[in-house]
């Protein structure tokens, strides 16, 4: 367990384009994104994250912010709402190991 800065990202912050980097579309309910230095180890691995639940790492994030920090693909809202999305703070992650 340890704490990550959790914040969401949607649709349209996302450049209107919802591919992932592992080529799927991100859904909602499942996309999370990590650091790019941290997709190899962690692609593919589920995540618990404390208040929200389990996502999947299948994405990643722009590498000039900070790596502690997870993004959670929010789907396609019409308005980004992102920054003001009740996700967004510190909270308690927790990876399952591979196949769990
Ligand atoms: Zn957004």
């Known amino acids: 367990m340890s704490q990550y800065h959790i914040t969401c990202y949607c649709y349209e912050c996302n450049g209107s384009n919802s591919e992932t980097?592992?080529?799927?579309?991100a859904e909602k309910g499942r996309t999370a994104a990590v650091h790019p230095s941290k997709y190899k180890d962690l692609k593919g691995k589920k995540v618990n994250i404390e208040g929200v639940g389990v996502r999947v790492i299948e994405d990643t994030y722009n590498k000039r912010l900070d790596s502690n920090r997870i993004d959670?693909?929010?789907?396609?809202?019409?308005?980004?709402?992102?920054?003001?999305?009740?996700?967004?703070?510190?909270?308690?992650?927790?990876?399952?190991?591979?196949?769990?």
């Open 21 to 25: 980097c592992s080529g799927k579309d």
């Open 72 to 100: 959670v693909y929010v789907g396609n809202t019409g308005i980004c709402r992102c920054s003001s999305n009740p996700i967004n703070g510190m909270r308690t992650v927790t990876f399952y190991q591979k196949n769990e």
